[in-house]
């Protein structure tokens, strides 16, 4: 069965309240398996405009990327992320 995962690619405008987001947001992707493939770190946009930071996280299939993205737990959280930082989040099937 493919992964899913939820890809985001996101502008941090407060760095300070967006750690608060990542704080909060990890244990409740953890708690549908989630697996932090990418967060951050180096990057270069050869091609195109985009966003300065790149998140990648693999689930076990894509129902459960997609659960946890609509969470409500999750959603909650995402208010912070929405509020400190510019971003598209997208939900990805895998290949198998």
């Known amino acids: 069965m493919p992964k899913g995962y939820i890809i985001g690619h996101i502008t941090v405008n407060d760095p300070e309240a967006y750690q608060e987001y990542i704080d909060r947001d990890t244990p409740i992707l953890q708690s549908f398996g989630a697996r932090f493939i ?57 290949t198998e």
Not at 46 to 73: L, M, S
């Open 38 to 94: 990418v967060r951050g770190g180096q990057s270069e946009t050869v091609e195109g405009a985009a966003h300065n930071r790149h998140v990648i996280i693999e689930f076990d299939d894509y129902e459960t990327a997609k659960r946890a993205y609509h969470d409500p737990q999750y959603q909650a959280v995402a208010d912070i992320r929405r509020r400190t930082a510019d971003s598209t989040i997208i939900l990805v099937e895998g």
